[in-house]
Structure formats: C-alpha cells, structure tokens
C-alpha cells in the first residue's frame, strides 16, 4: 500500500536522522539543548519501554487498567451485547497504550446513536467518563517503592482531548489514592511510571518519562538527572535535601490551528524566533490531531504564564498565515498562465515559490514524519503498529553522552 511504503521511507531515513541534522546544521530538541542526559538504560518511549520491561506489560492495556481500578468497561467489540447497561456519556479509545499516543482515537460518546459510528473499529474500548482536570505524574520507582515524583497539572479549559498548557512545578502532588494504585500494581518495579489521571481514576501508564524526558530536563536540575541514571543503572535512589532537588516552576505550552499544515518553518528560524521570545531551550513541532478543533502543530516551554500565552496566540497567528501566503503565492502562476496568458512568467514564479516553499525540508526528520502521521490520520488511515514515537527515541537516545 502506498502509505506504507511512505512510512517505510521516513523509518528508513529516521537511522540518519544525526546526519541530517549536522549536514544542515539544525539541532535536535531531544539531545542538543541539555548538558545532562539520561542512561541509554532508561526508556523514554512507549515501544522501548514495552520491550524492555515485559513483566510489566499489563500496564499497557488500557482495559487492564479500568479493571484494575473496578471502573465499568469493556471491548468495543462486545458493548452492544451490553447496551442496556450502558450509562453514557462513555468514552472509548484503542485499547493498547504503546500502539497509540496522545489523543489519537479517543471519543466522548454521549448516546448509542454517537457509538454506532465507531462499532467497526477493532482493539478499542470503553469506560466510563472520568469528570474532572487531567493530571500527570512521572513517579521514580525503586524496587517497587515510589522515591521520588514530578506532577504535571494541565489545563482546565481543554482544546479536544488535550491540553494547551501544562503547570509543572516541585510542589504539584499527586492524589494519595493514584499513589496506592502505583505501590499495589508495580512491585519490585524500578524505573519511571508515568500515570495519567483525573481525580482519583487514572487514565493510562506508561513506563517512561513525560514527552520523551524532555519535561524532567527542562527542570534544568542535574542533581535530579543524574539520581534517575543511579535509579536505572545502580538501582539505587539518592535521598538528598529537598532544596537539592528543587527546580524553578514552568509551564508547557501547545500551539493549535484549525488550519491545513502545508509548510513548516526551517529549523533555524524557529530557533531565531524562540531566542527573541524568551523560551526555554527546549520546543518542537509537536503534531496531535484534535479532530472538529484543527490540530496541534508545535511545543515550547516558558516560565511566566502570561508571556508564554502571549508567545502562543502570536506563533498560531504567525502559523496560519504562512500556510494561507503559501496557498495564494501556489496559486498566483495557475492565475498567470490561464487567466493573463503569460506561460514564461508563471514558470519562473512557479519555480521561485516552489524554492521558497522547499525550505519547510531544513527540519529534523522526525518533524516531517510527525507531520505525514497527522496528515495521514486526518484522512482516515491508521495502523496497528507501535506509535512510533520510538523514532525519536532511536535518534536521539542511543547518542546520549552519559
């Protein structure tokens, strides 16, 4: 199939991802903005993390999770057989949490009318909808005992399914209950268990940091870095002096456009932009469908709320702009050729248009595949593959310098 063999390419050319961005000189947000890294023996992915720790697997079933916590669920497969207990509203996602990300596939469903339109998808299931603000926790675990936590508090105005910011800060603490699920189920664990939550009903987990570790780093706490590689490597939890594990609060903020992405800024010029504006040194092009609400098309971090939201509607604007020039200049030789008649001028603007509009290439690759992702989600083709935000994780973690 055709979108396969596109997907094959970007995995294919994922393995020169380091090269590429040399050649080009552009950076990579997952190793070039941190003086510290984490171990290579610390997943920061879903699909390694998967693989490495397969006594904990059951984690990643969604279903398993619910039960787990005596919530009404079940299989997509087998609800209608139990419609007359269904009380809605519901919500249904894929099931496995390493072969999913974000909001991918994840409904509110408020009638049977609503969930007859997903009936045909396979490995998704349902529970009951969880009220309240979603919540996050990296929770460092040594042989099953909670050491240390960092909790992020999100958004209570949510765009979709996701937030468009994220309040990380050392006094933010998790529920006791979310704590007594994590000591019952992950015994003997040691590692990161990331838990998703609202209130007291988690979500999902994970058994690797937030974003890819980036969000720990940001914290810009070596002391905290370098116990988590004591954590993975030597099994041991430095307790120390709370001050020494402290970080100044920040927040992560989303940029969402409602707008087809055609064109994506250079690398370079993202980075020149960040630097005026004041962010901290890490921010992505981060691409998450949100379905009717558009799209999710880029990440930053800033310490002040006020400037960081400021930041965020001035880079959407921005954003939508781009996208509209570049539609109008494309358009601007179709007029020149059949309207004025003019086949000479409209190849020249043709091909200067298409010069200027090929600079979207000087990007990491992991951002145009991250966009093909979006695009290919938005017209309805899915796979059962990981979520392979494992490129990333093949990039930049096995070049860590420890």
């Known amino acids: 199939m055709f979108v396969d063999k596109i997907d094959e390419l970007f995995q294919n050319a994922s ?3 380091l090269e590429w961005c040399k050649m080009l000189k552009i950076r990579n947000p997952y190793v070039d903005n941190f003086p510290v890294h984490f171990s290579k023996k610390l997943p920061l992915f879903d699909g390694p ?103 992020y508090i999100y958004t209570q105005s949510k765009t979709s399914f996701t937030d468009e910011y994220k309040y990380i800060s050392p006094k933010n603490k998790p529920p006791k209950k979310i704590e007594e699920w994590v000591n019952k189920n992950m015994k003997n664990f040691t590692g990161i268990c990331n838990v998703q939550y609202k209130k007291n009903s988690i979500i999902e987990v994970g058994l690797r940091p937030a974003r890819g570790g980036a969000y720990l780093q940001s914290t810009n706490n070596d002391v905290l870095i370098k116990n988590i590689n004591n954590v993975v490597e030597k099994n041991v939890w430095v307790f120390l002096e709370k001050d020494k594990l402290n970080f100044k609060p920040y927040y992560s903020f989303k940029c969402i456009t409602r ?6 800024l250079p ?47 001035t880079f959407e604007l921005l954003f939508v702009s781009l996208q509209i020039l570049f539609i109008v200049l494309f358009l601007i030789p179709i007029v020149l050729f059949f309207y004025f008649k003019k086949p000479l ?22 951002s145009h595949y991250r966009l093909w992702k979006l695009h290919k989600q938005q017209m309805g083709f899915s796979n059962d593959k990981e979520d392979d935000e494992d490129l990333l994780g093949s990039i930049s973690h096995d070049n860590y310098i420890n």
């Open 15 to 17: 393995k020169y991802e």
């Open 49 to 151: 993390a998967y693989r490495q720790y397969t006594e904990y697997n059951y984690v990643y079933d969604k279903l398993w999770v619910s039960k787990s916590q005596n919530k009404k669920c079940g299989t997509l497969d087998e609800i209608m057989n139990e419609k007359d207990k269904i009380e809605y509203p519901i919500f249904i996602k894929p099931r496995y949490g390493h072969k999913s990300a974000s909001s991918k596939g994840c409904y509110k469903i408020k009638n049977e009318s609503e969930l007859k339109k997903h009936l045909h998808k396979k490995k998704v299931m349902w529970s009951e909808f969880y009220e309240g603000n979603e919540t996050m926790t990296d929770f460092i675990m040594v042989n099953g005992k909670i050491a240390h936590q960092i909790t």
């Open 259 to 264: 707008f087809p992405i055609i064109y994506l």
């Open 267 to 313: 690398q370079q010029t993202i980075d020149i932009l960040m630097y005026i504006m004041g962010v901290k040194p890490f921010y992505e092009y981060y691409f998450e469908p949100l379905g009717n609400d558009g799209s999710v098309f880029f990440q930053f971090l800033h310490d002040d709320f006020k400037t960081g939201m400021e930041i965020k509607y």
């Open 345 to 366: 001028i409209a190849i020249i603007v043709l091909v200067l248009v298409t010069l200027l509009f090929s600079t979207k290439i000087i990007n990491p690759i992991g």
